[in-house]
């Protein structure tokens, strides 16, 4: 069992984040690069490296195995301008259409992890 998350980061902490990850992957090499928040939500080493922080924070923290998140969409547009009506008036999750707001990127994360059950964790 594979816990997923699909998230829509903070666009400046998240880009400067990213940025230094580049950097620092490509051993201060790729420091002219200037990506777009856009393209770095969608670069897969960026995805791969925000697993890997969020797997040290759990593991930091004690998590249990299976509460550790093995894959991540990263969406740059925030849920709340998502014109598919995520939230209630309430600002709760409304699950059964976010399930099938993001059912592309869903599937394609279990595909990646190879999981068979779907555990969505929705996170902003």
Request: proline share 3%; hydrophobic share 40%; net charge positive.
């Amino acid at each position: 069992r594979d816990l997923i998350a699909i998230v829509s980061p903070e666009r400046e902490p998240f880009t400067k984040w990213a940025q230094r990850y580049l950097r620092n992957d490509a051993g201060g090499k790729a420091a002219k690069i200037q990506l777009s928040f856009e393209e770095l939500c969608s670069n897969k080493a960026v995805c791969k490296a925000f697993v890997a922080e969020l797997q040290h924070h759990a593991f930091k923290n004690n998590l249990l195995p299976e509460e550790h998140i093995a894959a991540v969409h990263c969406d740059p547009t925030a849920f709340e301008s998502n014109d598919g009506g995520l939230f209630t008036s309430t600002r709760k999750l409304r699950r059964n259409i976010a399930t099938e707001f993001y059912k592309k990127e869903i599937n394609q994360l279990f595909t990646e992890t190879d999981s068979k059950e779907v555990l969505v964790a929705l996170k902003k």
